[in-house]
């Protein structure tokens, strides 16, 4: 079956602008994490979306971060007025239910964002 | 504050060595942890886990054992493979609100000499 899919897969943009990036998270699965990995770092949490409960968005760096998930599958993460230091690779994340904790994730391929 | 440390930014071994990779974290709320292995240009994969009450698992040539004193964990690799060289992340969950969020270390390149 399919992976977990984003896009786009390499993003450039200038300091200022705004940027939306795309998770499709694997069929059926309703946890979705975003992580993002600055150069030589690991990855670091975001937000994280279980069903239809609210969002747990307490690793959102500012309040220019965002994201949402429709009808529970696909996730939007939302970065306005863009900085260099957002410039990152964004990985997105499902898993089977988050309740447990032990679900492994499954990641996409990221999204690599340059802000100039 | 990095709760999970990998102290060891890379590590290069031969063909049909044991690669051993190393984890520590602070955290005592952990009770699951994780090894991921990445590719460039690729997402993290699952390599192996383990719950806090165990001290060791093992999946074939990979073996994670767990010293919950310590606070500190290890993957081996026996016999360590050219495929093998990628980016190892150990990554940790826990505690009653983390609902999986894992937390991740700076991760180790591990290089595999034929």
């Known amino acids: 079956g399919a992976g977990v899919s984003q896009s786009p897969s390499n993003k450039v943009t200038e300091k200022g602008k705004d940027v939306e990036l795309r998770c499709d998270p694997i069929?059926?699965?309703?946890?979705l994490y975003w992580y993002r990995q600055s150069l030589g770092q690991g990855l670091e949490f975001l937000i994280y979306?279980?069903?239809?409960?609210?969002?747990?968005k307490s690793g959102l760096p500012s309040d220019r971060f965002s994201a949402e998930r429709t009808g529970g599958s696909v996730s939007t993460l939302t970065i306005q007025r863009t900085q260099q230091e957002d410039s990152a690779v964004y990985l997105c994340?499902?898993?089977?239910?988050?309740?447990?904790?032990?679900?492994?994730?499954?990641f996409g391929p990221g999204t690599r964002l340059t802000v100039l | 504050d990095q709760q999970v440390k990998q102290n060891s930014p890379s590590l290069s071994v031969q063909e049909g060595r044991i690669s051993i990779l190393n984890c520590d974290y602070t955290?005592?709320?952990?009770?699951?942890f994780l090894w991921y292995k990445k590719y460039p240009a690729e997402g993290p994969t699952f390599l192996i886990s383990i719950s806090s009450i165990k001290d060791k698992n093992e999946d074939g040539r990979f073996t994670v054992f767990l010293n919950k004193s310590a606070k500190h964990l290890s993957l081996h690799i026996v016999p360590s493979q050219p495929g093998d060289s990628a980016v190892y992340f150990c990554?940790?969950?826990?505690?009653?609100?983390?609902?999986?969020?894992?937390?991740f270390g700076q991760g180790t390149i591990l290089t595999v000499h034929p």
């Open positions: 979306f279980q069903g239809n409960s609210a969002p747990d």
């Open positions: 069929s059926g699965h309703t946890a």
């Open positions: 955290n005592s709320m952990f009770d699951y």
């Open positions: 994340a499902s898993s089977k239910q988050a309740s447990m904790g032990t679900d492994t994730q499954y």
């Open positions: 990554a940790a969950s826990g505690g009653c609100t983390s609902y999986g969020k894992l937390t």
